[in-house]
């Protein structure tokens, strides 16, 4: 099924536009089950006109990342054991442009990691790329020269942690 038609059988009030809930019955259609916290932070990641709905381009790119994240998920487990295990998560995270040092990488995966195994399963992978993905986004709005580094006030770090935080 072609992209837009997709997204077209998924808009079920027909707006035009996706509601956390409607993409999360298109995900569930996929195979990927997330609560609606996590579908909520996917569409507020990918909502470039603050609708808190994504219309058929923020769907597109969310679509591009998601089958991104899926394929470096499935690239790194080499193993197959449907998980990736931290040093499958740096190379995966390196691919992507991520350059996180070791305590950074291993906070993360903590956070991601509910069943306290030390590794991430896909659902735990994409929730930690989106993570990461919005930090990003958010520390870049603090580093217009993209120097790597940034220096905040306590509101300013209240708000990038806010943004980055929600739905976590």
Same mark, same amino acid.
């Given at each position: 099924?072609?992209?837009?038609?997709? *997204?077209?059988?998924?808009?079920?009030?027909?707006?035009?536009?996706?509601?956390? =809930?409607?993409?999360?019955?298109?995900?569930?259609?996929?195979?990927?089950?997330?609560?609606?916290?996590?579908?909520?932070?996917?569409?507020?990641?990918? %909502?470039? %006109?603050?609708?808190?709905?994504?219309? *058929?381009?923020?769907? $597109?790119?969310? !679509?591009? @990342?998601?089958?991104?994240?899926?394929?470096?998920?499935?690239?790194?487990?080499?193993? /197959?054991?449907? =998980?990736?295990? #931290?040093?499958?998560?740096?190379?995966?995270?390196?691919?992507?442009? *991520?350059?996180?040092? !070791? #305590?950074?990488?291993?906070?993360?995966?903590? =956070? @991601?990691? #509910?069943?306290? &195994?030390?590794?991430? &399963?896909?659902?735990?992978?994409? /929730?930690?790329?989106?993570?990461?993905?919005?930090?990003? /986004?958010?520390?870049?709005? *603090?580093?217009?020269? /993209?120097?790597?580094?940034? !220096?905040?006030?306590?509101?300013?770090?209240?708000?990038?942690? $806010? !943004?980055?935080?929600?739905?976590?």
């Amino acid at each position: 099924m072609q992209l837009k038609a997709w *997204f077209d059988a998924i808009d079920v009030d027909r707006s035009g536009r996706l509601d956390a =809930k409607e993409l999360q019955r298109a995900l569930q259609m996929g195979n990927l089950n997330f609560g609606l916290n996590d579908v909520d932070q996917m569409v507020r990641a990918f %909502d470039t %006109d603050n609708s808190r709905t994504l219309g *058929f381009g923020e769907f $597109s790119r969310l !679509h591009y @990342f998601l089958v991104n994240v899926q394929n470096s998920f499935q690239q790194f487990d080499r193993d /197959r054991s449907g =998980k990736l295990d #931290p040093g499958e998560v740096m190379q995966a995270l390196h691919q992507a442009g *991520f350059q996180l040092d !070791h #305590p950074a990488m291993m906070a993360m995966i903590s =956070k @991601f990691d #509910p069943d306290n &195994s030390g590794s991430l &399963s896909l659902d735990e992978y994409i /929730r930690s790329c989106l993570f990461l993905q919005t930090g990003a /986004r958010v520390f870049g709005a *603090f580093d217009p020269q /993209r120097t790597g580094q940034v !220096h905040l006030s306590f509101n300013q770090f209240v708000y990038a942690a $806010s !943004h980055v935080t929600q739905g976590f």
